[in-house]
């Protein structure tokens, strides 16, 4: 049985092997897949582009919501008691 030990040579020889492979597969995947230009309309996942400016809110309520009475109908707003944290 042979034992073979690995010299500083063929380890160097090794990584610049593998990282010759990689910016060749890196290379050749640009080069056959260019990438497509990020400033177009085309939507990306296959769904429809969105129709609605940007900015603009909508709410949509489920069925269980729609019928719901709000319980506080006053023009205050809603009481938050805020602590205050001490600092170390």
């Known amino acids: ?3 073979f030990s690995a010299s500083i040579d063929g380890v160097i020889r090794m990584i610049l092997i593998i990282l010759l492979l ?6 050749l995947g640009k080069l056959f897949n260019p990438p497509s230009n990020p400033n177009s309309n ?8 969105h129709t609605r400016p940007e900015g603009d809110v909508r ?7 729609r019928g719901a009475k709000k319980p506080n109908q006053s023009k205050e707003g ?5 602590e205050e944290l001490d600092k170390p």
């Open 78 to 82: 809603e009481y938050i008691d805020f």
């Open 1 to 3: 049985m042979q034992t």
């Open 22 to 27: 990689y910016f060749a597969v890196r290379f």
């Open 42 to 49: 085309r939507p990306r996942s296959g769904s429809a582009p």
């Open 59 to 65: 709410i949509e309520y489920t069925d269980k919501n």
